[in-house]
T-cell receptor, first 115, second 111 residues
């Protein structure tokens, strides 16, 4: 079974459309994340949820809205898509371990192309 | 999180040890050193982490200098499947949970 899964794997859409990317983890973790990897390959945190509560919200346009219906799911909805939103979006999850360290497990990514 | 500096690229012969350096001269006492890698078109993968002692697991070894200002990730017997971008990340064990990725080191394992 895949630990962190994302759907869809590829998403091609027109500017101005609204789209969602779904993420599910079956690891029982309590924290989930969305990262964005742009064309220059830099990976940046966008959002983090802990037990369904938003704990990190980086400087991301409010067209991006994460939603966590339960601990195992963190979906990303994007309104009014722009060309600059084209990127690979990675979902990840983690669980605090002894000593306060944790390991993040990443999904396979969703490649979003906005035309 | 403390800033890290890594060489942009390295080559290694298959079967030989790959030693990937990382400088983190501004690391503070409560910050851990983490290593992740990203194989082409895949999500990042955790490798190993440590605080001040050397660490070893089934994937790699992590050597941290006594002053903790630098570290080296060692892949003892590199294979072609180890070709990836390797990221050295320093972060505290409390507070912000997200990872701050730099540009990493692109390791090319040559046959």
């Amino acid at each position: 079974d895949t630990a962190v899964s994302q759907t869809p794997k590829y998403l091609v859409t027109q500017m101005g459309n609204d789209k969602s990317i779904k993420c599910e983890q079956n690891l029982g973790h309590d924290t989930m994340y969305w990262y964005k990897q742009d064309s220059k390959k830099f990976l940046k945190i966008m959002f983090s949820y802990n037990n369904k509560e938003l704990i990190i919200n980086e400087t991301v346009p409010n067209r991006f809205s994460p939603k966590s219906p339960d601990k195992a799911h963190l979906n990303l909805h994007i309104n009014s898509l722009e060309l600059g939103d084209s990127a690979v979006y990675f979902c990840a999850s983690s669980q605090d371990q002894a000593g306060g360290t944790d390991t993040q497990y990443f999904g396979p990514g969703t490649r979003l192309t906005v035309l | 999180d403390a800033k890290t500096t890594q060489p942009p690229s390295m080559d290694c012969a298959e079967g030989r040890a790959a030693n990937l350096p990382c400088n983190h001269s501004t690391i503070s006492g409560n910050e851990y050193v983490y290593w992740y890698r990203q194989i082409h078109s895949q999500g990042p993968q955790y490798i190993i982490h440590g605080l001040k002692n050397n660490e070893t697991n089934e994937m790699a070894s992590l050597i941290i200098t006594e002053d903790r200002k630098s570290s080296t990730l060692i892949l003892p017997h590199a294979t072609l499947r180890d070709t990836a971008v390797y990221y050295c990340i320093v972060r505290p064990h409390t507070g912000r949970r997200a990872l701050t990725f730099g540009s990493g080191t692109r390791l090319q394992v040559q046959p």
